[in-house]
């Protein structure tokens, strides 16, 4: 499907952002050059009788991503917790992307139930009621199993949601091609393999059976976890293109006037958000990367409760240590730390100057130290933090896209909570927390033991990789013998003598 066709795709996403006054709006909340103010209008008007119509009741924003399609609306969902970005007008006006899009009838959801389920609805619920929620992928109805009387929540696919995804995605590649080809300095932020990434990512979410499992996962790294709370799948109930879960009983994060009502502390609140998500993704590896308000709600005792697990982040142990050791650098004001592990990590060329780059990152985390969330202007910081990461030549790191979007998302989730909140200062207890357990001396001799256990686990095959060795050198003629071959049971023997060490080092740890 990618090719030139999606040209029409892209001047249609121009001409519905004109045809809805959205255009203005969104060039606005990012504070876009005059320049590209001029070149947009100039663009989108020719074509904006072409652009779609969308719901003329909703404000121009939200009117424009609904009407274009569940790629954009994502795309929404993100900026709504963003008010420090997009201004709070544009930022309200977007959560009405998060649960409250038109949901489609409750007959077919019905008959989607029991095609997957294979056993009539009826026969499994004594209640099912209409679309309580409905985003972008699915929608969710409160139900009741007729055989226990439990309440659940029912998740359904919507129809067709799948195939508009893959046309969209296919537009979104056609314009990173475009933009590689334009702006060729463009291509170290990887165009090309951040819209891969985002594909990988949505299209794993559009199938339950997964969603059930990262659940189930979830709920187990969490179950101790204070303050927190994941209801846990019904197996037999769920399938590709429906889940059901446990009912989760609470208010929803963005209505804070309801929190307040309820006796909920937000500033509390705001900062458990922040630590239970760096908990999640530096403790276990493993974290929700979806957790706008739309998927958070308070329990009557307090508890966050988190669902819709269709977006989660993994990341390894090592990677685990250098964002630790980035936060950790940063909440101590370390520049030259920060600029160190960037440069360990090859996150930036290694000709680039270091002390240039400390003092780059200086200019990035100083403005935060010490102000209130309601002083600090997000959107300038990360403009200036782009163009750092242009002048040194650093490269989009695919591999961080979630956890960095994530971050994004959360923080502004609890800038919506306590709109004064001082990341660093929530942020500090939970990064020395894992410092101290991961970084350090005996961060090193579990290292060490843990490598010397996966070598001693070669311990079997070492008389056999020898011999095998000896005797292809035994079978040679002498005068064919060459030095690379000497060196094949050289190194034969040298990795024996390795394997022997850490098998005797791991019987020891």
Not at 29 to 38: D, E, L, N, Y
Not at 334 to 355: S, T
Not at 368 to 376: T, Y
Not at 473 to 487: C, E, F, G, K, T
Request: aromatic share 8%; glycine share 8%.
């Amino acid at each position: 499907m990618r090719g030139p066709h999606n040209i029409w795709r892209l001047v249609r996403t121009l001409a519905t952002l004109e045809r809805t006054g959205a255009i203005g709006v969104v060039l606005e909340a990012f504070r876009a050059p005059p320049r590209i103010r001029v070149l947009a209008r100039i663009l989108g008007w020719p074509f904006k009788p072409l652009g779609l119509k969308g719901d003329p009741d909703l404000p121009p924003a939200t009117r424009a991503l609904t009407a274009l399609g569940p790629a954009y609306i994502k795309f929404g969902q993100i900026l709504s917790t963003r008010p420090d970005i997009v201004g709070d007008e544009l930022a309200e006006q977007l959560k009405y992307l998060q649960d409250k899009l038109p949901p489609f009838p409750t007959d077919i959801a019905k008959r989607m139930v029991a095609e997957e389920l294979e056993v009539p609805v009826n026969e499994i619920f004594s209640e099912f009621s209409d679309a309580v929620a409905a985003a972008s992928i699915a929608q969710v109805h409160r139900a009741r199993l007729a055989d226990t009387g439990a309440e659940v929540a029912v998740k359904v696919l919507r129809p067709g949601i799948e195939r508009a995804f893959r046309r969209d995605i296919d537009a979104f590649y056609l314009a990173a091609q475009t933009i590689e080809l334009i702006a060729p300095s463009s291509r170290r932020l990887r165009p090309m393999d951040v819209i891969a990434h985002f594909e990988g990512v949505v299209m794993g979410e559009l199938d339950f059976r997964l969603e059930s499992s990262a659940a189930s996962e979830f709920a187990a790294n969490t179950a101790n976890d204070e303050g927190f709370q994941v209801p846990e799948p019904v197996w037999y109930l769920s399938g590709r293109t429906v889940m059901t879960l446990g009912w989760a009983e609470g208010i929803a994060l963005k209505d804070n006037a309801a929190i307040d009502a309820a006796g909920h502390d937000r500033r509390i609140l705001g900062a458990r958000v922040l630590q239970l998500f760096l908990n999640h993704a530096l403790r276990d590896g493993y974290f929700h990367a979806d957790m706008h308000q739309g998927n958070l709600k308070v329990a009557a005792n307090g508890d966050i409760i988190a669902y819709d697990f269709g977006i989660m982040g993994r990341i390894d142990e090592y990677t685990r240590r250098v964002y630790a050791e980035i936060l950790f650098g940063f909440i101590r004001k370390d520049y030259r730390r920060v600029a160190e592990v960037h440069f360990e990590a090859g996150y930036v060329p290694a000709d680039r100057d270091i002390d240039e780059f400390a003092r780059a990152l200086r200019a990035v985390g100083e403005p935060i130290f010490g102000m209130d969330a309601s002083r600090i202007s997000m959107a300038r910081l990360l403009a200036y933090l782009f163009e750092v990461t242009e002048r040194f030549g650093m490269e989009t790191r695919t591999e961080l896209i979630l956890l960095q979007r994530t971050m994004v998302v959360v923080e502004g989730v609890a800038r919506g909570l306590d709109p004064h909140i001082n990341i660093w200062e929530v942020a500090k207890p939970i990064v020395e927390s894992y410092i101290s357990k991961n970084v350090g001396p005996a961060a090193l001799l579990r290292d060490l033991a843990q490598t010397a256990r996966v070598l001693a686990r070669f311990g079997p095959k070492l008389p056999r990789m020898v011999e095998q060795a000896l005797i292809r050198q035994a079978d040679m003629p002498p005068p064919v013998v060459r030095p690379s071959r000497l060196r094949t049971v050289g190194q034969a023997m040298v990795l024996g003598v390795a394997l022997a060490a850490a098998v005797w080092v791991g019987t020891q740890i």
